[in-house]
C-alpha cells in the first residue's frame, strides 16, 4: 500500500515537471457582473466600452462580460437601457491577470437623469458591488463570496462554510445551522437539491467540493417560494464554476500530520490491494457459491454447509500495519475557455481528487443501570483508514442572452474502521477481548443539465435544471469476534461461539444500498412595471423522484455439533480458530440469521409548484411574497419480526407560504421581517424496520413505519448594519414551532447490553432564539495598513427549545429538542496582505451541550457536550504568485469529545468532570495539521 502512494506522490512530481511549460500571452482581461443596484438582479445585454479603443462586449444571460485588453489603465463606459450610464476609470490591467470589475447599475429617478453619467474610480465601484451584494439577497441569508473565497487558505468547501455566521461544522464535513441539527438542513449544487451522502442520515459531506470550484455559498435561514420547502435551520446553496475567465492548469500536493496517529503504529484485519484506490480488490465479497437466501440454506445437509463455510476467507487476524503514513492530498484542475464565433464561448472545468488518511482514536464506552451501577466499561483503539477519489466535470456553452451547462460530480470514498476492545461486562460477569472491522464504500455521482436564457426583448427569462444521482453504499463482511473469561480468572480467553444460532460475537454482516434519483425544475420570471417601478413574477416547478433498494446477510459461526465438539478450539486465535482444518463436524459452521425485515425497499416523488411576487414599493420597501405547494408521495416496503410484510404508502399536500420584507434605513442599513411555513420529513432508512447493530455504541437501531412529517412554522426579525466593504454588523431574532418533530430515542424496554434506538415524532415543540453578528476592520485602531487589512468577525446564536412530552413522560416535563444546541459561538480574527499576497487567519468554534440521544424514565437524556474547537491557517503566494503554500492547524485544543448523563431528576444539563455525571463515551480527535503547495500554470497562447 505505501509502495502505490508513492506513486501518487511520483505522480504530483512529474505533472508539476510536464506542466512547467507555458506560453506568456502579452495581455490581461477584465471581467466580472452587473446587477440592478436596488434589487441584485443580474442584468442581461449591458454594453461595455473600453474608451478610446475598438473594444467591448456584451452581458450574457448571466450577466457576465469578459474583455482582453493589452497591460494598461482604461476606463470603461456600462450602458444599458433604462438605467444610469456608469464611466469607470482607473482599471488597472496586468499581463497574464485577470481584473474583476463588478459593477452595480442604478435606474434614474427622473426621466431628465436618464442621460446623466455616473463617474466612479475602480477601487469606488468594487466597493459599491459588494454593498449591492450584501443588501440585496430577498431572505435572511448568510453567504461568502467567491471573492472572499479566493482570499481565505480554505481548502474545501467545509472549511468554507465555518466562516459563514450562525454555521458550524462537525466531524469537519456536516453542517449545523442556529444549532439544529442536519436533519433541519437541505443543500443545493446549482440549483438542484443534493442527495445525502450518508444513507442513514440527512446530511451532506461539504468536504468533497475543492473550495476553487466554487464561485459562491449563500445559507438561506428563511424561506421563499422558489426554494425547497424541507428545512428549518438553512438552505445551503453552493454554485460552482463553469466558464473560466482564463485558460490554467492548477495542480496541488497536500501533505498532513495528526498528533496522535502519525508515525504510530497501525493495524486491522486484513487489507486489499486496492483499497488505496477506494474499491474492494474481492477480498471481503462473500462468495459466489453460497446460497442466495436463508431457507436455501438451512435445508442444505450438514457436509454441504461444512463445504460452503470454507469458501469464505479467512480473515479474522489482525495484522500490523507498521507506522501510519502522513495524510496525503492531491488535486489536478483544467479550465479552459474558447471563443466561439458571433460572441460566443465554450468553457470547461475539470477536476480530479485524491485524499488518503490513517487515524487512530482512542477512547472509552460505559453504560450502566437504573441504579448507577457500572453495566460494562470498554476501552478502544479505533484504527481507521480512509481514501477518497472525486471528480467534478463541468461544460458550459454561452452565446449571447442563452446559456447551456452540463455539470457532474463524482466521489468515491472507502473507510475502512477496525475496532480494537478491551474491558469488562459486568452484567456477564466478563473480561471481553474483542476485535472488529467494519469496510463502508460510497458513492455519489451527480450529473445536471442546466440552462438559462432571455426570452425577448421584455426580459422574460426562463431557467431549467434536469439532474440524476446515484447513491451506493456497499458495506461487505463486517466481521465482530469476541472473547471471554469470568471476571479476574486466571483461565484463557474463550472465543463467544454459541450452540444452535449464530450471535454478533462471531458474525459477518454483508450489506448493498442502492439509490436513484431524478429530477429537475423550471421557472419563468416575467418583470413588469407597477407606477414606473419594476416588479417582477417568478412561476416555477420541480419533481424529485427517489427510488432506493437495501437488502442485508446475516451470519455467523456455530459449533457444528451439541457434543462431540473439540473444546480446545474456542481458545485458538482469531486467524486460527476459523481456518479451513476447524470447519468440520465437531468443529465450526456459518449459520445464517438473516430476517424478512433484513431488506426493504422504498421510493418517494416530490412535485411542487410555485408561484413568486417581488415587488417594490418605493425605493424603501421590498417584498417578496407568494406560495409554494408541494405533493409528496413516499412508500416503503418491509417487514415486522415474524416476517410478516409491511407497507405504507402516503401522500401529503403542504400549502407553503412565505414573505420576506425589507426597508432601507439607508445606503448601508435594513430591516427585515420574514415568515414562512416548511415541512422536515423522515429519511427512507427511518422508516424501514431494518435493524442494524452498531458494534461501536453497543446499540441496533430500528425504523418506524409510521413516522410522519414534520411541519414548522417560522418566523424571524433582523436588523443589517454594512458600515464597509465586508463588513456586517447583524441582529436577529427568530421562532419557530413544529409539530411532529422527529426524534431518535432509547427504546425504553432497552437494557445497556441490549440498548435499542427507535424513532417516533413529538407531538409539538418550538425553539426561540437569537443571532448576532460583528464583522469589522481594525482600521478604527490606527490609519497603518495593517489594520486597514485586519478583520475580526465573530457570531453568537442563543436557542431555547422545548419539546411537549405529554404522552411519552409520566409528568410530561418539557425538555429541549433532540439535536438542538442552546448556543453557537464563532469568532475569528484575519490578515489580509495587498492582493492577499500573504493571508492568517484564526478560527474558534464551540457548540452548547445537546442531546444526542433522548432517554426514558429511568433513563436519563444522553448529551453530547460542547468542545472549544481551533483553527490556524496561513497561506503565501510564492513563484511570481503562480504558487501558494497554505498552512492549516485544526482542532489545536484537542478537546475531548464526551457524551454523558446526568443523574436521574437533575436540574443541570451541563457536564462537570469528577462529578456524579455518567460518561458514556469519551475520545479525541488529534490535532490535525497540514501543508499544501498549489501552483497555476498559465495556458494562454502566443499573439
Known amino acids: 500500500m505505501k509502495q502505490s502512494i508513492i506513486v501518487v506522490q511520483l505522480i504530483g512530481i512529474l505533472l508539476l515537471g510536464c506542466f512547467n511549460v507555458q506560453a506568456q500571452n502579452n495581455t490581461g482581461k477584465v471581467s466580472g457582473k452587473l446587477t440592478d443596484k436596488k434589487t441584485g438582479e443580474l442584468l442581461i445585454g449591458v454594453t461595455v466600452l473600453v474608451q478610446n479603443t475598438s473594444k467591448g462586449a456584451v452581458t450574457d444571460v448571466e450577466g457576465r462580460y469578459i474583455l482582453q485588453l493589452e497591460p494598461g489603465t482604461y476606463t470603461l463606459d456600462f450602458k444599458y437601457m433604462g438605467y444610469q450610464t456608469k464611466s469607470i476609470s482607473e482599471v488597472v490591467v496586468k499581463n497574464g491577470q485577470v481584473t474583476t470589475l463588478d459593477i452595480a447599475l442604478d435606474e434614474p429617478k427622473s426621466k431628465d437623469l436618464q442621460e446623466v453619467v455616473i463617474r466612479g474610480s475602480y477601487k469606488q465601484e468594487t466597493i459599491n458591488a459588494l454593498y449591492v451584494a450584501q443588501k440585496n439577497n430577498p431572505s435572511i441569508s448568510s453567504g461568502i463570496s467567491g471573492e472572499s473565497i479566493r482570499r481565505s487558505p480554505d481548502r474545501n468547501t467545509s472549511e468554507v462554510l465555518k466562516r459563514v455566521s450562525g454555521a458550524s461544522i462537525q466531524d469537519n464535513k456536516y453542517i449545523i445551522v442556529r444549532g439544529l441539527s442536519d436533519r433541519y438542513n437541505t443543500a443545493t449544487i446549482n440549483n438542484a437539491i443534493l442527495p445525502s451522502t450518508e444513507p442513514d442520515r440527512k446530511t451532506f459531506s461539504f468536504d468533497i467540493i475543492p473550495s476553487n470550484l466554487i464561485d459562491n455559498i449563500v445559507i438561506n435561514k428563511t424561506a421563499s417560494p422558489e426554494m425547497p420547502g424541507e428545512f428549518a435551520g438553512g438552505l445551503v446553496q453552493v454554485y460552482t464554476k463553469d466558464i473560466p475567465t482564463e485558460n490554467y492548469i492548477s495542480v496541488s500536493l497536500g501533505y498532513g500530520y495528526n498528533s496522535q496517529s502519525t508515525f504510530k503504529d497501525t493495524k486491522g484485519m486484513q487489507r486489499g490491494k486496492n483499497d488505496w484506490l477506494g474499491f474492494d480488490d474481492g477480498l471481503r465479497e462473500m462468495p459466489g457459491s453460497f446460497p442466495s437466501s436463508r431457507s436455501k440454506y438451512a435445508v442444505m445437509p450438514l457436509d454441504k454447509q461444512l463445504s460452503l463455510t470454507r469458501d469464505f476467507k479467512n480473515s479474522f487476524a489482525t495484522e500490523n500495519f507498521g507506522a501510519a503514513l502522513p495524510s496525503q492530498s492531491y488535486q489536478l484542475t483544467w479550465g479552459n475557455r474558447i471563443r466561439l464565433k458571433k ?81 469488562v461486562n459486568y452484567d456477564s460477569n466478563s473480561d471481553l477481548l474483542v476485535t472488529s472491522q467494519e469496510l463502508v464504500m460510497k458513492t455519489l455521482l451527480n450529473s445536471q443539465l442546466e440552462g438559462s436564457h432571455k426570452l425577448n426583448k421584455l426580459d422574460w427569462k426562463l431557467d431549467w435544471n434536469l439532474n440524476y444521482s446515484l447513491i451506493d453504499r456497499n458495506q461487505p463482511d463486517m466481521k465482530i469476534l469476541s472473547y471471554r473469561k469470568d471476571i479476574g480468572s486466571a483461565e484463557a480467553y474463550e472465543a463467544q461461539v454459541p450452540f444452535g444460532s449464530a450471535s454478533r460475537q462471531a458474525s459477518r454482516f454483508y450489506s448493498l444500498l442502492t439509490e436513484d434519483n431524478i429530477g429537475g425544475t423550471a421557472s419563468l420570471t416575467v418583470p413588469f412595471n407597477i407606477s414606473d417601478v419594476k416588479q417582477s413574477v417568478k412561476i416555477g416547478g420541480q419533481k424529485l423522484f427517489r427510488q432506493r433498494d437495501f437488502k442485508a446477510r446475516v451470519l455467523g459461526y456455530i459449533w457444528s455439533a451439541y457434543t462431540g465438539y473439540n473444546e480446545s478450539l474456542k481458545y485458538l486465535a482469531p486467524g486460527q480458530i476459523f481456518a479451513d482444518e476447524n470447519i468440520v463436524n465437531n468443529g465450526f459452521v456459518m449459520n445464517e440469521i438473516t430476517n424478512n425485515s433484513d431488506k426493504y425497499s422504498a421510493e418517494s416523488d416530490l412535485m411542487a409548484g410555485y408561484v413568486q411576487f417581488d415587488n417594490k414599493i418605493g425605493d424603501k420597501w421590498r417584498i417578496v411574497w407568494g406560495g409554494r405547494g408541494e405533493s409528496y408521495y413516499q412508500y416503503i416496503k418491509t417487514a415486522d419480526a415474524t416476517g410478516k410484510s409491511i407497507k405504507r404508502d402516503i401522500t401529503y399536500f403542504d400549502f407553503l407560504p412565505s414573505a420576506n420584507i425589507s426597508y432601507a434605513l439607508n445606503e448601508k442599513s435594513n430591516l427585515r421581517l420574514s415568515g414562512s411555513r416548511t415541512v422536515s420529513r423522515p429519511e427512507l432508512r427511518e422508516l424501514s424496520n431494518f435493524v442494524y447493530y452498531d458494534f461501536v455504541t453497543y446499540s441496533t437501531v430500528q425504523g418506524n413505519p409510521d413516522l410522519k412529517r414534520a411541519n414548522i412554522t417560522n418566523l424571524d426579525f433582523r436588523y443589517e448594519l454594512y458600515p464597509g466593504v465586508g463588513e456586517a454588523i447583524t441582529g436577529s431574532v427568530f421562532y419557530k414551532q413544529f409539530k411532529d418533530a422527529i426524534e431518535q430515542y432509547v427504546d425504553p424496554g432497552s437494557t445497556p447490553n441490549r440498548r435499542q434506538l427507535l424513532f417516533r415524532n413529538a407531538p409539538s415543540a418550538s425553539a426561540l432564539g437569537f443571532e448576532v453578528e460583528l464583522r469589522k476592520k481594525l482600521d478604527f485602531i490606527s490609519s497603518e495598513p495593517f489594520f486597514d487589512r485586519m478583520t475580526a468577525f465573530t457570531n453568537f446564536s442563543y436557542i431555547h427549545s422545548t419539546v411537549d412530552l405529554q404522552g411519552y413522560t409520566s409528568d410530561g416535563n418539557a425538555r429541549a429538542l433532540q439535536g438542538q444546541s442552546p448556543y453557537l459561538i464563532n469568532a475569528g480574527l484575519q490578515y489580509a496582505a495587498e492582493e492577499n499576497d500573504f493571508v492568517v487567519g484564526v478560527l474558534y468554534n464551540r457548540i452548547g451541550a445537546r442531546i444526542y440521544l433522548v432517554g426514558f424514565e429511568d433513563y436519563p437524556d444522553i448529551y453530547e457536550n460542547g468542545r472549544n474547537i481551533l483553527d490556524f491557517q496561513i497561506s503565501k503566494r510564492v513563484i511570481r504568485k503562480k504558487g501558494e503554500l497554505r498552512l492549516n492547524v485544526s482542532d489545536i485544543l484537542n478537546n475531548e469529545a464526551i457524551f454523558y448523563q446526568n443523574p436521574v431528576g437533575a436540574d443541570k444539563k451541563s457536564y462537570k468532570k469528577n462529578s456524579d455525571d455518567q460518561v458514556i463515551s469519551s475520545f479525541k480527535y488529534g490535532t490535525n495539521v497540514s501543508l499544501t503547495f498549489t501552483y497555476q500554470f498559465g495556458l494562454g497562447k502566443k499573439k
Do not use: C, H, M
Not at 485524499?355 to 460505559?366: L, M, T, V, W
Open 343 to 423: 460572441d460566443g464561448s465554450f468553457g470547461s472545468i475539470i477536476s480530479l481528487t485524491y485524499r488518503n488518511a490513517e487515524n487512530i482514536q482512542p477512547g472509552s464506552r460505559f453504560d450502566y443501570d437504573y441504579t448507577k451501577a457500572a453495566s460494562y466499561r470498554f476501552s478502544d483503539d479505533i484504527y481507521k483508514y480512509n481514501t477518497s477519489i472525486g471528480a467534478i466535470a463541468n461544460f458550459t456553452y454561452v452565446k449571447g442572452n442563452n446559456k447551456i451547462s452540463f455539470k457532474n460530480i463524482f466521489n468515491r470514498i472507502l473507510d475502512n474502521n477496525f475496532t480494537d476492545r478491551s474491558g
